[in-house]
Structures are given as structure tokens and as C-alpha cells.
């Protein structure tokens, strides 16, 4: 009996909200988790279950194990990506331009811009979680 029910609680707390559950969150979770449920409430209204079970699923994975620790080491990984992908546009448009091909340094000069974007995004989103921490 026990198992039913703590297998029926995530159900429960997705039928009634978060109102129990607000204190047990992290403060940096409640946003993934109020994003999934967004996600969820149009999946659903549109009867899309393949959807609506997955969500619920990553809705009751983010309540059991996200941190605030969790979600800034998310961040701090995507910005190491970002600087990444940041390095390897800015060797292939050093290459570009030592072969001299003045499409491929347009186009290349374009991916880099927008991969330095995405890094400042990243290195803005990181900061502004670790000043929410």
C-alpha cells in the first residue's frame, strides 16, 4: 500500500499544483519547473500525450533532483561550450583568411558573431543565477 502511495504523489502534486511543493524547490529550479508546466499546459490542450507523459516525467525528475547547485553547474557547462565553439570559429576564420576565400571569411566571420552572441547570452544567464543563488 505504502508504494501506491508514494507512486501516486507526483500525480497528485501535477493535479493540484505546486502549492505543496513551492518550499521543497530550489529557488533556481522553480523556473525549469514552471516552464515545464507551461509546456505541459499546451501539450495538453492540444492532446498531444506522447508530450504530455514525457513532460511529466521531466517535471517529476526536476522536483526529485534539481538544486540550485545543479542548475548553475548547467550554466557553467554551457558557457564552456560556448567558449569552445567560440575558439573553433575563430580558428577556421584565421584559416579563411590566410587562404584568402572572401566568401568563406563573410560566412565564417557571421558564424563566429553569433557564436560570441550566444556565449555572452550563456556568460549573462550564469551571472544571473549566481546573484539569485
Keep these: 500500500m505504502k508504494r501506491t502511495f508514494y507512486c501516486a504523489i507526483p500525480a497528485l502534486m501535477l493535479a493540484f499544483g505546486q502549492q505543496g511543493l513551492a518550499g521543497e524547490v530550489d529557488s533556481l529550479c522553480q523556473d525549469k519547473v514552471e516552464a515545464i508546466q507551461k509546456q505541459l499546459r499546451i501539450a495538453e490542450e492540444y492532446g498531444n500525450e506522447h ?3 514525457g513532460l511529466k516525467k521531466g517535471l517529476e525528475n526536476v522536483q526529485r533532483h534539481c538544486t540550485n547547485d545543479s542548475v548553475i553547474k548547467d ?7 560556448s567558449m569552445t565553439e567560440v575558439k573553433e570559429r ?4 584565421s584559416e579563411a583568411r590566410s587562404e584568402g576565400d572572401s566568401d568563406d571569411i563573410r560566412k565564417l566571420s557571421k558564424k563566429l558573431e553569433e557564436a560570441v552572441t550566444e556565449l555572452r547570452e550563456r556568460q549573462d544567464e550564469l551571472e544571473s543565477l549566481q546573484g539569485e543563488q
Design 90 to 93: 575563430q580558428e577556421a576564420l
Design 51 to 53: 508530450r504530455v507523459r
Design 75 to 81: 550554466a557553467e557547462e554551457d558557457v564552456s561550450e
